[in-house]
């Protein structure tokens, strides 16, 4: 090809020679352009832009004349091939005849050959075919078969209430047999029927389900109880263990005895808290007596039917509703009443609970059950709140508050935390106690308003270990004869009881609620309910309702009966809080009845003063300015120590008798108040030694009188006795001796005057100085010698006077 563009263009060239350089050229692009295939349109345009398109035909004209020659060449230059090609074809034609005839031949001579063997493969076929199709149908009647047994087998399941294998013959019949089965009548029968009966199944165990449900509401509230019944029980035990520790604790301290004691572990079983399989036929509730069988079955069959997801929401909303609905607190009946059952039902409820977590095979997770606790949490705090907020009664709201201990005891052995609980009791710990001393205030009013101001008389063995050995109140561990006078009234035991059964109560209140020490609290409200209820109430009683000698004398005695009872109050409060008796000795404080002790020995005093006064009265009968001196002492002096005797041998019977001695020694000082009193007085114009002398007389009666109290009082307090009377003592003294003037000598004033008031001295030696000294007494005596004594007691005078 690319020798014939050559040639071509060589014949261009030579055929245009005669025509000029410019439409040569043209010739020359154009013959380019064409035989590269280009496009001619530029061409075109330029010729008829130079408006001259003969020149243009002119050359394609040309170039269509040059290039017939090759083309007449190319013909030639094939034509001898063709003919070649059919002289080839002539022959092959006649080899195909040829070829024709013998497969003419052979085809003949096969088809006679063939024709039996064809028929005998007709009828192989035919054959094959029937044995296939019967071996069909025997297939689809097994299958069939197969099916209508697995029908029937469904039958008997669902008729027996076994709904797990009725659904499990479904599943295999749709899943094995049903695209499978051949007929189309039975086909569309099982298309029908197994949608018919999973809707069965799940409506059956829906029902079971919802009775499931209303029973264990029932059996919550019962199993709450019973768990809270069982805590309760262990808590007993678990004192007993610990009274029984603590005394032989105590024992080994005093050494009083070896004491061994062997305390017996008790396995607390958790109810129900064994991990049962998931299946429902080992989650029976065994001693607690609540069954979860319908529970999981349900729960399993609606995995079975793909349903698991939905029934565990099912399951968990339903238990919400429940749960819920146990929050309603009836305003019918006083919560009092129904608390017990308001917080069973919700103990039985999470123990079910937890039983299901462990056991349920992932029907409530644990979160679900934390969620809902949270719940019943808040709204059993925002109960208590309110509830106790309402209350006015200690009692109430310590039943309420044990009961409620008790169900955290119960729960927290499943897990759940009840701290909130907890600090919602220790938060009302002091509208309790408030509540709790407002009740004693009234009792022990009571108790102290029917007090006959007697002492209390016991007839029997059991009346006195129920009214002192109870409270620790014997001074002696001999037991009396019987019957027994006690030295106090019936206030005292029935003031003690008051004050233990507030003890108990409050440490009570205290223990379990989460506060391991609190012994503290305990003590404070102690010393309140001592402090400000049970001293302000004897106070009371003293100002108010204490008419005689008598009555006074019995409540100084029940004061020192409660000294010991306080005693007993405080070991009995730590003993019950479980502190060492030890510590709780030594973080005593003082008697907290002092205010009302020194009002029963005041007034005691005070109304033996005013009786001692009537006696004294006869002071006005003495001759003061007698010669005689009264040989038996005055008469006042002798129907005083009368008085005195006859109330020492009846107190002794009554007053203890550190109380006996404080009483007389105010009684006794009172007396020598009464005698100087009356030497310094308006009563007393002068004095003769015969006075002085009989006072002298008077005081050494008394004196003998304190000696011979030594069934009372040893030689020491004898001593201290006679200190009551040491000014009158003194000052009779002072006037006796032979030398007064000494007084103003601060050593010997000190050792043997120390008790005179100088003031007082100055107006009895005024009225002692013998009358013939005065200015009227020197006309019958003048020229006489002055008497010493008077002069030394002018001496006196005047130095006193002195200092004053």
């Known amino acids: 090809m690319q020798s014939a563009k050559g040639r071509r263009k060589v014949g261009s060239t030579a055929a245009g020679a005669g025509i000029d350089s410019a439409e040569k050229l043209d010739e020359l692009l154009i013959s380019s352009a064409i035989c590269n295939g280009e496009d001619l349109g530029p061409f075109v345009r330029k010729t008829f832009g130079t408006g001259k398109p003969e020149t243009l035909l002119h050359h394609l004209k040309y170039f269509a004349r040059s290039k017939e020659s090759e083309i007449e060449e190319v013909c030639k230059a094939h034509y001898q091939d063709f003919i070649h090609a059919v002289d080839d074809l002539k022959s092959l034609l006649s080899d195909v005849e040829s070829l024709k005839s013998a497969l003419s031949d052979s085809n003949s001579k096969l088809q006679s050959v063939a024709a039996p063997l064809l028929s005998s493969l007709d009828s192989l076929v035919e054959a094959q075919t029937v044995s296939k199709n019967v071996d069909l149908a025997i297939g689809a009647v097994t299958h069939c078969v197969r099916v209508m047994e697995l029908v029937s087998r469904a039958n008997q399941h669902l008729q027996s209430g076994n709904f797990y294998m009725a659904l499990k013959c479904v599943d295999s019949i749709e899943s094995d047999f049903m695209e499978k089965t051949p007929s189309s009548t039975l086909k569309r029968m099982l298309e029908n029927r197994i949608p018919a009966i999973r809707s069965y199944v799940e409506r059956k165990v829906n029902k079971e389900f919802g009775d499931w449900l209303v029973e264990i509401r029932v059996v919550s509230r019962n199993l709450g109880q019973l768990a809270i019944g069982e805590a309760s029980a262990a808590r007993q035990r678990e004192e007993e263990l610990r009274i029984k520790q603590r005394q032989a604790e105590e024992q080994s301290r005093l050494s009083l005895r070896d004491c061994v004691y062997a305390l017996n572990e008790e396995e607390d079983d958790e109810f129900g808290s064994g991990h049962e399989g998931s299946d429902g036929g080992s989650s029976g509730g065994g001693l607690l007596g609540f069954d979860l069988t319908p529970l999981y079955r349900a729960y399993h069959i609606h995995q079975t039917l793909s349903l698991g997801d939905s029934f565990k929401q099912y399951y968990y909303n339903n238990r919400d509703l429940q749960l819920t609905s146990d929050f309603q607190v009836s305003t019918m009946t006083p919560f009092l009443e129904s608390h017990q059952t308001f917080f069973a039902q919700i103990a039985g409820f999470f123990i079910v609970e937890d039983r299901v977590l462990r056991t349920g095979g992932g029907l409530i997770s644990k979160l679900e059950v934390e969620t809902l606790w949270d719940t019943a949490v808040t709204k059993m705090c925002a109960v208590l709140e309110d509830q106790f907020s309402r ?86 561990d001999i037991v009396p004869a019987f019957p027994f006078i006690a030295p106090f009234s019936t206030t005292i035991p029935d003031c003690c009881r008051i004050v233990r059964s507030f003890i108990e109560d409050s440490v009570s209140f205290m223990s379990h609620g989460g506060q391991l020490d609190f ?98 009265s006869l002071l006005e009968n003495v001759n003061w300015t007698s010669d005689d001196i009264p040989q ?31 009483v007389l020694r105010d009684v006794i000082a009172h007396i020598s108040e009464k005698i100087v009193g009356t030497l310094c007085g308006d009563l007393v114009k002068r004095l003769s030694m015969a006075a002085i002398k009989g006072l002298d007389v008077d005081i050494q009666l008394l004196d003998s009188f304190t000696e011979n109290l030594t069934s009372l009082l040893t030689d020491k307090e004898a001593r201290e006795m006679k200190k009551a009377f040491i000014e009158i003592r003194q000052m009779i003294n002072l006037l006796l001796s032979s030398h007064p003037e000494n007084f103003v000598n601060p050593v010997i004033r000190e050792r043997s005057y120390n008790a005179l008031d100088y003031r007082k001295v100055a107006t009895v030696s005024e009225k002692f100085r013998d009358p013939s000294d005065s200015i009227f007494g020197t006309f019958g005596t003048r020229g006489s010698r002055q008497n010493p004594k008077n002069k030394s007691l002018d001496a006196l005078i005047k130095r006193l006077k002195d200092v004053s």
């Open 391 to 476: 209350m006015q009664t200690a009692n109430h709201l310590l039943l309420i508050k044990d009961y409620v201990s008790l169900l955290g005891v119960s729960l927290r052995r499943y897990g759940y935390a009840v701290d909130s609980l907890l600090e919602v009791l220790s938060k009302h710990r002091d509208k309790y106690h408030e509540l709790l001393l407002s009740d004693c205030r009234k009792q022990i009013t009571e108790a102290i308003s029917a007090d006959k101001f007697e002492q209390m008389l016991m007839k029997r063995e059991y009346e006195y270990s129920m009214n002192v050995l109870s409270f620790q109140l014997q001074t002696t």
């Open 519 to 616: 012994y503290d609290v305990v003590k404070k409200y102690l010393d309140r309910l001592l402090g400000e209820v049970l001293d302000e109430a004897l106070l009371k009683l003293i100002n108010t309702s204490v008419h005689g000698v008598p009555q006074a004398m019995q409540v100084a005695a029940n004061m020192a009966v409660f000294e010991r009872a306080c005693d007993f109050f405080f070991r009995h409060a730590a003993h019950l809080s479980g502190v060492p008796l030890r510590m709780a000795e030594r973080g005593r404080r003082h008697f907290p009845l002092t205010k009302s002790q020194n009002a029963a020995e005041d007034i005691l005093s005070g109304m033996l003063k005013k009786k001692v006064d009537g006696f004294m």
């Open 632 to 662: 038996g002492g005055n008469e006042y002096m002798n129907e005083v120590l009368m008085y005195l005797e006859t109330l020492v041998s009846t107190a002794q019977h009554i007053l203890p008798a550190k109380v006996l001695k404080r």
